[in-house]
Structures are given as C-alpha cells and as structure tokens.
C-alpha cells in the first residue's frame, strides 16, 4: 500500500471530524454554512452539514484503508 493515500485519508478523516465538532460555528460564520441554513432552515442544514462529514469520513476511511485506490499514471 502507498504512504501517499494513507496519509492524505488520515488527513481528510480530520478535516471532517473538525468541521462536525465545528458545525455550529461553520453554518454560522462561513458564507456556505450561511448558504445551506438559507436553503435548508437552521434544523435541516444541520443535518445536511453532518451527512456530508460522516460520508466525507467513510470516503476518507476507504481511502486510507485502501478499498477506494488514487488513480496510478
């Protein structure tokens, strides 16, 4: 298995974990947060913004698992 994949998983796991233990500043301070409670109200925003972590987490996983592969040129 590559460092490569491993590394950028593990990274991309974080930034998601950071983004729902921060979600509350993220709807509120950041003009896509902002965005998302306009398109979806304040309760469904919130859940949207963590569907996307936890799936972006999963991705992350699988990446640094090695079940999704990078293309190789």
Known sequence: MYKQPVAFGI????????LLIKE???LDQTLKGQR???WFG???AV???RAI????MLFAILL????????QW
């Open 24 to 26: 509350q500043w993220f």
């Open 36 to 38: 998302l409670v306009r």
């Open 42 to 44: 304040p309760i469904a």
């Open 11 to 18: 990274l991309v796991f974080v930034l998601f974990a950071l």
């Open 53 to 56: 972590a936890i799936t972006g």
């Open 64 to 71: 640094a698992t090695g079940v999704i592969r990078p293309i």
């Open 47 to 49: 859940k949207v913004l």
